[in-house]
């Protein structure tokens, strides 16, 4: 006598493209905001970019023609390093408009500028 084995069906590639990751959860920046709600009422209205993972020899001029190919970046602002005044690998970048803000975070993360993957992300500031 056989008997049949039911197996499930496969899982499908975007389940797996997300299988092992943790749930992403919201950072509350507690310095600038009174609630996570009133930082979210923030980000909801930003066209303002967080860039992470820059190499220290990224300069605004790069970021600014990195990012304008999606449109017109309003200001660009590199973080420094608060006693060598260097950059020190994050930058913020103003859009004019949020919806090109939003091009960027999906067309610009995980691109590569002076040799380094980059990260942006919305930006409630």
Same mark, same amino acid.
């Given at each position: 006598? =056989?008997? !049949? /084995? /039911? @197996? ?6 975007? $389940?797996? @493209?997300?299988?092992? $990751?943790?749930?992403? !959860? ?10 996570? $709600? ?9 066209? =303002?970019?967080? &860039? ?11 970021? %600014?023609?990195? *990012?304008?190919?999606?449109?017109? &970046?309003?200001? #660009?602002?590199?973080? @420094? ?8 690998? *994050?930058?913020? &970048?103003?859009? $004019? ?7 960027? #975070?999906?067309?610009?993360?995980? =691109? !590569? @500028?002076?040799? %380094? #993957? /980059? %990260? ?6």
């Amino acid at each position: 006598m =056989t008997s !049949k /084995i /039911i @197996l499930p069906p496969p899982p499908r590639a975007a $389940e797996l @493209l997300c299988a092992n $990751e943790p749930e992403k !959860k919201l950072y509350w920046d507690r310095s600038h905001y009174d609630s996570p $709600e009133s930082q979210m009422r923030a980000l909801a209205k930003s066209s =303002t970019l967080y &860039v992470g993972n820059l190499a220290f020899s990224t300069r605004a001029s790069h970021l %600014r023609a990195h *990012f304008s190919t999606l449109g017109p &970046v309003a200001a #660009v602002h590199v973080g @420094l390093d608060r006693f060598r005044k260097t950059p020190c690998g *994050f930058a913020f &970048v103003e859009y $004019e408009s949020r919806a090109h803000a939003h091009q960027a #975070v999906a067309y610009l993360t995980g =691109t !590569k @500028l002076d040799g %380094r #993957v /980059i %990260r942006a992300e919305l930006d409630a500031g």
